[in-house]
């Protein structure tokens, strides 16, 4: 006889799981939360962090990284006064070190530790390096994400198959593929008005801002018969979901973008075409 104490399963129990049977792989579990959001179980923002959670799981480094090209790094032999104008300016709150060689990275410099340069003190930039941690192009994001947790380490060093630099990438790059796009005090206010103009002569706009208005502000004749806003051309135009810093021309227009994740754009910096600033 057998021994097995455990409580056989209800005809009511056995019914629910014939009807509404386990999820068999990920799509099925994409539906089954989607069914949920659609009768009001899970609301919009639940939605979305559980299916940025899985996907998650399924990326690898190499695609939130900001690439090499892309990094802001600090020389260590460059004056301090340069340097504390370089962090200020670029209002990061950790740096990538580097030793006169942009591929030699020796640390991670915390703008934090440049505070008493603004009283006058004077310091030894090498003593106040950070270590510098390295992490492969492949690594997956959860891996990485579990490693970052347990370190309290909030930046590593992207490196390709040869050891070389790749990019970057940090904790909050992570989380935004979870939660979505994270403001910081420095980044685009809400209240903002959607095409600013900066001191350089370029435009940062807004993601969402229609584009007749964009045509209004900047001069361009884009059309909106397929698409509402510019970050719908922006994509159209790549063909795809671009990722932060890549650039694409459209009529003249530079598009760099600024902040993006695995969902939608958020803000780009938009140059005129040359013909444009020469008249100005």
Known sequence: MSDDSSPRPSLIERLIDWITPEPDNREELLGLLRSAYDNNVLDSDALSMIEGVMQVSEMQVRDIMIPRAQMDVVDIDDPHEDILKFVI????????????DRDNIIGILLAKDLLALCVGEDINLREILRPAVFVPESKRLNVLLREFRSSRNHIAIVVDEYGGSAGLVTI????????????DEYDYDEDEDNILQ??????????????????????????????????GLVVKAFGRLPKRGEVVSIEGFGFEVSRADSRRLYTL??????????DG
């Open 198 to 231: 900066e001191d350089d002569g370029t435009f940062r706009i807004k993601a969402q801002t229609e584009i007749p208005d964009f045509n209004e502000a900047l001069g361009a004749r884009f059309s909106d018969e397929e698409y509402d806003t510019v970050g």
């Open 172 to 183: 909050e790059d992570v989380l935004e593929q979870i939660v979505g796009d994270i403001e």
């Open 89 to 100: 300016d670029k209002a990061h709150s950790r740096f990538p070190a580097v030793d006169g």
């Open 269 to 278: 910096r938009v140059t005129l075409p040359v013909t444009e600033l020469d």
